[in-house]
């Protein structure tokens, strides 16, 4: 019995020693991205640096903290603050309203109610829930809380967005008295300001003049302004409703002094991705930092791709998404984990292509990488690095070798076959597409077959390559429609059979359907690593558990636990079967004692 014990765990020793496991990684900022980005900025554990907490249209709440060696640099603490869910589209702020030394943090929603949670103690980052429906207010739209003392009588008013027919407008609810957590309404079309939709607003003092400023956004892509005419009227004047033009829709601004320097800076939520900060100055806002908030995250189909474009030893993290950006994102050291945004597009398309999806491949051997960027309408556009500036893409084509597959081409290059020619797989929402290179050195591809190893329709497929095992076979991962992973191995090398393995690889499971997964050595540990991108946006890192010594410790623990067990028992049968003679041996040791 002891043998076949012994022999179990062998065999489960040399299944831990072999087998292949990821695990994923958060620190750098990666995992979930964010859309329809909302901060709010306040000191919450007083120890002299801004948290900012982001909500977004999954409805939960990022925290970032600043840094204290770079201010205007904030790092990830949390992708879930407090575990709280609002449902859709967390729009948070933060105020005292009831004067009790704590902050309320007031969330609005897409369903039209506002989530009251209190602090706990202070300097707690623990909030729990006071109210689902705060004051029962109820809108037709998102709500997005606004808060202060626009006639400076001592009582906040709450500013809130509403849908009337096709407009949004600003409707306020004053406080009952100091310190009352009841609010009433008192206008409910606040100076007539009109937007098309989304009205998100904010209060603030950009000119320490003592009158307010209200800064709104919302769809639009830029920012409104207006000035209060007298301190402590209801009365506010247009300014400009250009205030601030930006690259994206949805901005939602909050003012704060994030550097200390006594003029209000601006963190800028937005439609794809997370916050901007405008460093601002006396003459407006000037430097915009895109990588404020540590993260991999720009915005929705968020596809990676690693190589090192200029080979200095560190690794370029390129990712394409639906807007038509492709950023760029340096290795910040050997084997790190954290990339810095370095480019915020690193190709500037002259059309408007949508759903990008980039790789990088030299298939001509000229020492230059070609990039081939797949696009929503299914064609392939071909750039090619610049011999001087390796950081720089010259367009070739936008309608590489002709290929169209109809709809968001995903291409991806390898060698199936090993005859020295790269095939060119390419999924669309349906098909998996086969193209082998006509000759070697050329840019010629020609079609073979549009069901690739005859796995058959898939559901928006997004495939990559590598030998994930090193046993010379190729294995292929495909994304299911259960937002899980396939793995599929080469039935032989050389051969474009594929067949399945698993539909559950390293029961990884994310929220989105449609994965963008793509291997990478990130640790420089000598085994690839997992990114996935995210159709939501956001790149997931999963580390492969590298190296023999830890496969070894847990052999050795579970060899010692085994034994242990071994002894335990054979004590207890011994027990069992000689009953007398241990308790006789047990009463003699006692009688010596």
């Known amino acids: 019995m002891k043998m076949i014990i012994y022999l179990t765990l062998s065999i489960l020793c040399s299944t831990f020693l072999f087998s292949i496991e990821f695990e994923e990684i958060h620190e750098g900022g990666w995992g979930e991205g964010m859309s329809l980005s909302k901060p709010a900025a306040i000191d919450i554990d007083n120890d002299g640096l801004l948290d900012v907490i982001v909500g977004n249209i999954r409805g939960n709440l990022f925290h970032y903290e600043q840094e204290s060696s770079n201010p205007e640099r904030f790092h990830l603490v949390s992708r879930n603050f407090n575990d709280i869910m609002v449902g859709l589209s967390a729009s948070p702020t933060f105020t005292d309203f009831n004067n009790d030394g704590l902050i309320d943090l007031i969330i609005g929603s897409n369903d039209g109610t506002l989530k009251w949670y209190a602090q706990s103690k202070p300097s707690s980052y623990e909030f729990t829930l006071a109210s689902k429906n705060f004051n029962n207010l109820s809108t037709r739209s998102n709500m997005y809380p606004s808060f202060t003392d626009i006639d400076n009588d001592g009582l906040l008013d709450l500013i809130i967005g509403n849908r009337q027919n096709k407009y949004e407008i600003l409707v306020i609810y004053e406080q009952k008295s100091p310190s009352s957590e009841i609010f009433s309404l008192i206008d409910d079309n606040f100076f007539n300001v009109e937007c098309d939709y989304n009205i998100i607003p904010f209060f603030g003092d950009l000119d320490n003049d003592g009158s307010l400023d209200l800064i709104i956004g919302g769809q639009q892509s830029k920012l409104s302004h207006y000035e209060q005419l007298v301190i402590g009227s209801d009365d506010f004047l247009l300014k400009t409703d250009n205030f601030v033009e930006l690259a994206f829709a949805f901005a939602a601004p909050f003012l704060i002094d994030v550097n200390q320097d006594g003029i209000l800076d601006m963190i800028c939520g937005n439609q794809r991705n997370s916050p901007i900060l405008l460093i601002g100055s006396k003459s407006g806002f000037g430097d915009v930092i895109t990588d404020a908030f540590e993260g991999n995250d720009i915005g929705s189909v968020s596809t990676p791709f690693v190589t090192d474009i200029n080979n200095d030893d560190l690794l370029d993290l390129i990712i394409g998404n639906v807007a038509g950006n492709i950023n760029l994102y340096k290795q910040e050291e050997k084997g790190s984990n954290f990339f810095h945004l370095s480019n915020s597009n690193l190709v500037d398309f002259k059309n408007p292509f949508y759903e990008l999806m980039p790789c990088l491949i030299d298939f001509d051997h000229n020492g230059l990488l070609d990039l081939i960027v797949g696009e929503s309408s299914g064609h392939l556009i071909h750039y090619e690095q610049n011999h001087v500036d390796p950081y720089k893409f010259d367009l070739v084509t936008y309608t590489f070798n002709d290929i169209n597959v109809q709809m968001a081409a995903k291409p991806v290059f390898t060698d199936i ?177």
């Open 417 to 593: 076959d090993n005859d020295g020619l790269f095939d060119l797989i390419i999924a669309n929402p349906v098909n998996l597409y086969l193209f082998e290179q006509e000759k070697n050195n050329l840019a010629n591809f020609r079609f073979v077959t549009d069901d690739f190893s005859k796995i058959g329709k898939l559901e928006r497929p997004m495939p990559t390559f590598t030998d994930i095992d090193n046993d010379g076979l190729l294995d292929l991962f495909i994304n299911t429609s259960s937002n899980k992973l396939s793995h599929y191995e080469q039935t032989e090398p050389n051969l474009y059979d594929f067949s399945l393995v698993t539909n559950e690889f390293n029961d990884i499971i994310l929220e989105s359907k449609v994965l963008f997964p793509h291997f990478a050595d990130i640790n420089n540990d000598g085994l690839d690593d997992l990114l996935i991108g995210e159709l939501g946006g956001g790149v997931h890192y999963f580390q492969r558990v590298s190296g023999l010594k830890k496969k070894i410790i847990r052999m050795i623990i579970i060899y010692l636990l085994i034994t242990v067990f071994i002894i335990v028992i054979f004590l207890i049968l011994l027990g069992l079967m000689y009953p007398k003679r241990i308790k006789n041996k047990l009463f003699k040791i006692q009688f010596k004692k």
